[in-house]
């Protein structure tokens, strides 16, 4: 099994991109449910400000109940068992951007990507569980009030995008996919 990631971003260097055979030896890492990826496990404490669809937005963004920057620094979470196939700073409004393979029960491998994060406390190649602390939210370096933008890709060689679009293949409402993924 092959996975390709691909992105127009020019500072994602091509090497890092490439993920070859991740799943076979690591069946432990299937994910077999998935949780919200701040307040954890229920968002306890968050609200989605921009949902998906909303205005064409492509994945979620949750905020602190607080408003402004009060969730500024708060964990974030894996969504789900996976593999890190990407985590660094891209800067152009994204930040911090922490991208995870994860492969289901029935075989076929979703992405999530956690985006302006504060910090990020993975590297890629890195095996997670559901739950795993992988980062903290931020503010993509002032650009915005801190919150953290959301995607589930179920096209897992999406170019990274511009979080907007009026065009949603390869892309699923990150709220609804948790909330049917639970157990």
């Known amino acids: 099994m092959k996975l390709k990631i691909e992105t127009t971003n020019t500072k994602v260097p091509p090497e890092t991109l490439i993920l070859q055979d991740t799943f076979v030896y690591k069946d432990d890492y299937v994910a077999k449910s998935f949780d919200f990826p701040i307040g954890k496990p229920n968002a306890k404490g968050y609200y989605n400000a921009q949902k998906f669809g909303k205005n ?34 891209i800067d152009s409004g994204w930040g911090n951007v922490i991208r995870i393979i994860h492969k289901l029960d029935n075989g076929k491998e979703i992405e999530s990507l956690y985006a302006h994060c504060d910090t990020i406390l993975v590297k890629k190649n890195q095996w997670l569980k559901k739950g795993d602390l992988i980062g903290t939210i931020g503010n993509a370096g002032g650009i915005y009030y801190a919150h953290l933008h959301l995607e589930i890709r179920d096209e897992t060689n999406l170019s990274i995008g511009a979080g907007y679009s009026n065009n949603t293949k390869g892309y699923l409402d990150p ?8 157990k």
């Open 56 to 89: 064409n937005h492509l994945g979620d963004d949750w905020n602190g109940l607080k408003g402004g920057n009060s969730d500024l620094g708060d964990s974030i979470y894996a969504i789900a068992n996976g593999y890190v196939s990407f985590a660094e700073d």
């Open 175 to 182: 709220t609804e996919f948790i909330k049917n993924h639970r």
